[in-house]
């Protein structure tokens, strides 16, 4: 089934999310692109805010964000009180952020995954579903606020 999704890296995740978008794309997906699209040194906040506020409005089903580590793009979507930015580098990590904490947002460490990896953590990220139950009430206990 066809996605809305939102995707957004720093200078370290461009080129992963350039091949991420292209797989999204050609499997049918709709993909907003947040930036950046150099590998200059830039600031991950100032993309990732924007794709962190358009899927707490609802815009986007779901969040990609890449980082050299993931950290730093997983720090600043978790300010969002309406997202659950999930650092990932393994499949089975990114199926239970999804299935156990109904995660919105995928962290990606660009410098410690491969490429095959990524793309696998990402696929069954975005096909995953909420699993609910006992799990709901975890979840709703998240929030600070």
Known sequence: MSKKLAIAADHAGVELKEIIKDML???GHSVKDFGTNTTDSVDYPDYVHPLAKAVEAGEYELGI??????NGVNMTANKYKGIRSALCWTTEIAKLAREHNNANVIALPARFMEVEEAKK???TFINMAFEGGR???RVEKISAC
């Open 121 to 123: 953590a990402v696929d």
């Open 25 to 27: 794309i050609a499997e």
């Open 135 to 137: 799990h709901q009430r």
């Open 65 to 70: 964000i890449i980082c050299t580590t993931g």
